[in-house]
């Protein structure tokens, strides 16, 4: 089922998130500030909205919480294919904000619960590579669609991912959740204690504090990055001819490149590597996170189409590798009745991270070029470096106090 889940909005999501920036460049006209400030109000939503929805999954279910979590970002993919203006492209970047909220961190505790036995490093992996199969195919829908209009593949990813909402309400099972005791408390008192025992928890763990910290200067790197590559590639570089093929064909095998070298790439390192250790996901995050920033600035100093090219895949590579070694490393030792609580932090830490630099960076692109942008962006990443190697001292392990 979790797999199911992992595969099918992953094909919801690449047919709206090819296009995506393309259609916002092409048709709604944005520049670098405002492409970067959809994303500022995406992770403002996030930022808001994370922490009480993971409360509200660990006190109330995380089944809820992930189907509530479809619906909203359909409707916010939907919204934004309908309605090709700034404003309403913001406002549907909030809604799906709040959409992703309900899903983060829930759907990974629903998998450890309904699935305690299982290794979750592998799990979370296995459940990348559906990801990646499922945005493959997503790639590929979504360029075929757009030939016929460049909003069609975001009104399609929407209305099925509202779909898929729906249908898990009917199939989702929930069989071991055990919500904390409410020892007479009302809902609100259990919201709040649950939300309390999370913030104690990582403030008693230096190694989840750091996590916590890191997540926020991968936020303020990712953010340009992710808002301006596709204005690099079409307005800095330049796509090369495909002939009588429209130029988005361009960004389907852009994407489709970096999904088919993430999935392989996962698969060589789950089947090489213990990454349920927390010890071996911290060591390898080091790395990945070294090779994110050597991709990203390598990308913004390009000269070139295939040298940028190049660069983008090896730095959205690092990127996918790191997130379920982050994710396993994050989840060593939590207790069921704050999972979702701290997951969800760590993805608030995150949104706190883009919100903040997002602007920044955005300005620099309206001012001295989006190249320029995009290397602020890329050592922006430089402190966690710093972060990750204080995390080792402490064996890697979440548990130490």
């Known amino acids: 089922m979790y797999l199911g889940i992992k595969g099918a909005f992953a094909l919801f999501f690449m047919l709206w998130a090819t296009v995506a920036s393309v ?43 992930v189907i509530t979590g479809f619906l909203l970002m ?36 629903w998998i450890a619960d309904e699935a305690p036995e299982r290794n979750l490093g592998r799990v979370y992996l296995r459940g990348e590579q559906a990801d990646y199969a499922g945005s493959l195919l997503g790639v590929f829908g979504s360029v075929l669609l757009a030939t016929y209009a460049l909003n069609v593949p975001l009104l399609i990813g929407g209305f099925l991912a509202v779909g898929l909402g729906v249908a898990l309400f009917f199939v989702m099972p929930e069989r071991n959740f055990r919500p904390s005791p409410r020892e007479g408390r009302s809902s609100l008192q259990q919201v709040g204690a649950t939300a309390r ?27 340009g990055f992710d808002r301006l590559y596709a204005k690099h590639f079409l307005d800095g570089l330049g796509l090369p001819s495909l ?44 790395v990945l996170n070294a090779c994110t920033i050597i991709g990203t600035l390598s990308f913004a100093l390009a000269g070139s189409f295939a040298l940028a090219l190049a660069a983008f895949w090896f730095a959205s590579l690092t990127r996918t590798l790191a997130e379920p070694l982050y994710l396993t490393w994050l989840n060593e030792g939590l207790e069921p009745g704050v999972r979702a609580t701290v997951i969800s932090m760590g993805s608030q830490a995150g949104a706190f991270g883009e919100a903040s630099a997002g602007p920044v960076v955005g300005a620099v692109g309206n001012l001295a070029g989006v190249r320029a ?7 922006i990443l430089s402190p966690a470096l710093l972060l990750y190697a204080r995390a080792l001292r402490h064996r890697g392990k979440p548990g130490a106090e």
Do not use: K
Not at 38 to 57: I, M, W
């Open 74 to 109: 359909g409707c916010g993919f939907a919204l934004e294919g309908a309605i090709p203006t700034f404003a309403a492209v913001l406002v549907a970047q909030a809604v799906w904000g709040v959409g992703y909220t309900f899903i983060s961190g829930a759907l990974e505790a």
């Open 373 to 379: 942008a995009l290397t602020l962006a890329s050592l």
């Open 197 to 223: 025992g999370g913030v104690r928890l990582v403030r008693g763990r230096p190694v989840l504090l750091i996590l916590l910290l890191v997540a926020v200067f991968t936020g303020m790197s990712e953010e």
């Open 243 to 286: 002939g009588a093929l429209d130029p988005v064909v361009w960004f389907g095998i852009i994407n489709a490149g970096a999904l088919i070298l993430g999935y392989l790439a996962a698969e060589v390192v789950g089947r090489g590597l213990n990454v349920g250790d927390a010890a071996v996901a911290a060591r390898l995050l080091l």
């Open 23 to 65: 259609y916002r460049i092409e048709e709604v006209g944005l520049d670098p500030l405002r492409l970067v400030l959809l994303g500022t109000a995406l992770e403002v939503a996030v930022l808001v909205f994370e922490v009480p929805t993971g409360v509200l999954a660990d006190t109330y279910g995380r089944r809820r919480s």
